[in-house]
């Protein structure tokens, strides 16, 4: 049982983590669609990491087996702030104007949510189950908190 739910969180994390191996490059030659596609991708499958995690730990998983996809929770918000270029507030983006004419606390919300998944890592490798979990709850409302500002609810 543990095996498998191991397995299903590393199957949710690879396509999370495959995109993050490298900083992306900047958006040069990509389409204000085409960013907007990518954020939206990526918000997505750090959801799925997200919720892979907290049913891998609540089931009795090994929690240092999730260290890795909570390491690449944090290269994600990193990086967020560079998907948000000029010019892709567009109707199919739920992103609001306040992420350019905020952008010193866009950012600093991304730098939370980072150190946040920092230390849900942290946890994580420690083996601490509770722990894990609490850090876990941190990191996920690192996250909500800026959607709550940043993102239209709709």
Known sequence: MNRTLLL???LAAIPLTAALAQPPAPAAG???EQIVAA????YLLSGG???????AAEAGADVKQLAFPARTLARWARTLPTLFPAGTNLPSSKALPEIWTDR????ARAAAYAEAAVRLAE???SGDRDAFLARWAEARATCAACHDTYRRSD
């Open 8 to 10: 299903c969180a590393a």
């Open 30 to 32: 990509l389409t204000p």
């Open 39 to 42: 954020r939206q991708s990526a």
């Open 49 to 55: 990491s997200f919720a892979s995690m907290k049913f």
């Open 104 to 107: 010193a606390g866009f950012e």
């Open 123 to 125: 946890a994580a490798q």
